[in-house]
């Protein structure tokens, strides 16, 4: 029952992105949507901002399947293509909610993302488990802040041309 009612939040939420300002989305409007009250709700999400990463996660995962991808190229280009299909709500929570909020929404999705296929398993290019962790984070947030910047730049750039920098980049580190 639980992961109905969220999977019923998450997807109301996304919905509402398409309507709707992000800020005129209240948990009021979404509870009512679903036909639950604001104290379901905050049973399962401590804010607005805690829905909108489940929501991105539960679109990507659940939805478009986007991590059952052998290499990380392909489920990297399988994200950046949702983020430009989904274009109404990328732009709606750009212009309408806090950054940091959305970058947190999705890290995890692309650490996900470049954690698929051969990355992730050449442990033998660090001597530190340490080194491994810290190279990871750092092209998470790189790749973050650069897909939101693409966003931001209406898409302009391929999703090939994208796919194919940072693999030349992670290449060179992780080789």
């Not at 709707?20 to 036909?35: D, E, V, Y």
Request: charged letters at 25%; proline letters at 2%.
């Amino acid at each position: 029952m639980r992961q109905k009612t969220e999977t019923m939040l998450c997807a109301a939420f996304m919905e509402l992105l398409k309507k709707c300002p992000f800020s005129k989305i209240t948990i009021q409007k979404l509870a009512g949507q679903c036909g639950v009250n604001r104290q379901t709700f905050y049973y399962h999400f401590d804010n607005i901002y805690d829905l909108m990463s489940k929501a991105f996660e539960y679109e990507l995962v659940h939805e478009s399947h986007i991590y059952e991808e052998v290499t990380w190229e392909y489920a990297m280009s399988r994200f950046l293509q949702w983020i430009k299909d989904n274009r109404v709500i990328i732009r709606n929570i750009l212009t309408n909610a806090e950054l940091p909020y959305l970058k947190k929404a999705m890290y995890p999705l692309i650490a996900r993302s470049i954690s698929c296929g051969y990355f992730s398993k050449n442990t033998e290019a660090f001597s530190e488990k340490k080194q491994e962790e810290f190279c990871n984070d750092f092209f998470t947030l790189g790749i973050t802040q650069y897909v939101l910047e693409w966003a931001e730049n209406d898409f302009r750039e391929p999703i090939e041309d994208i796919i194919a920098h940072l693999s030349w980049l992670l290449q060179k580190v992780y080789a």
